[in-house]
């Protein structure tokens, strides 16, 4: 099966999340490096990061707190958030005549936020829009399925093993991890991975070879 499509997740692949996760903190009232330190400790024991939630709000559930936290301080992104790399490289991978869609796992109004942007990509979704999220293979199915292709003909790039690069491949789709983010340098030498970068200014070369 021929490789026409390029999958990219959102947050630390194009995204630089610490803004968002800045707001967390001060809609909480906690201090940044606090916040972080139980994030950071999250992700080093692949814990759910929404656990964060037990520290700081026990005893409330995940949706009262996010629709809370939407109604107090809604999502927000600007060109300001994507990694210096991330243009140029959706840029390249159009050039190199790939489809190019970008999806992760972010409610709808996130979604939109990502499309105002009108970045050099095919398609913008996410789990809100799909209705069901990563690593549950149904994700990947949908999104192949919007995209008019199949799980093989896709690859897929992100910066968590257990969600980009397991549930991915588990799907059908050819995975490549993204060094990058608290889970990206954490997952870095998991034996799972087999297609790796350190930057997107390398995956345009590495998906001519995979191609």
Avoid: I
């Avoid at 707190?65 to 959706?90: F, G, H, I, Q």
């Amino acid at each position: 099966m021929t490789l026409t499509t390029v999958v990219l997740d959102l947050g630390e692949t194009l995204v630089d999340e610490t803004s968002l996760w800045q707001d967390w903190a001060d809609f909480l009232g906690v201090p940044a490096f606090t916040f972080f330190g139980v994030l950071g400790g999250l992700a080093a024991r692949d814990q759910d990061h929404r656990r964060f939630l037990d520290a700081f709000r026990p005893g409330e559930t995940w949706e009262d707190v996010l629709a809370a936290k939407n109604r107090a301080a809604p999502w927000a992104m600007s060109r300001a958030d994507l990694y210096l790399d991330a243009e140029p490289c959706l840029a390249e991978l159009k050039t190199d005549g790939w489809q190019v869609v970008v999806g992760g796992n972010q409610p709808e109004a996130f979604q939109r936020l990502v499309q105002e942007l009108a970045l050099p990509v095919d398609l913008v979704t996410s789990s809100g829009e799909l209705g069901v999220a990563k690593p549950d293979r149904a994700f990947y199915d949908a999104l192949a399925g919007k995209a008019g292709v199949t799980t093989a003909q896709c690859v897929h790039v992100g910066d968590r093993v257990d969600n980009d690069v397991v549930g991915a491949a588990a799907a059908g789709m050819t995975p490549v991890h993204l060094v990058r983010g608290p889970w990206g340098f954490l997952h870095a030498a998991d034996p799972g991975v087999k297609h790796q970068v350190r930057s997107l200014s390398e995956l345009p070369a590495l998906l001519r070879t995979l191609r």
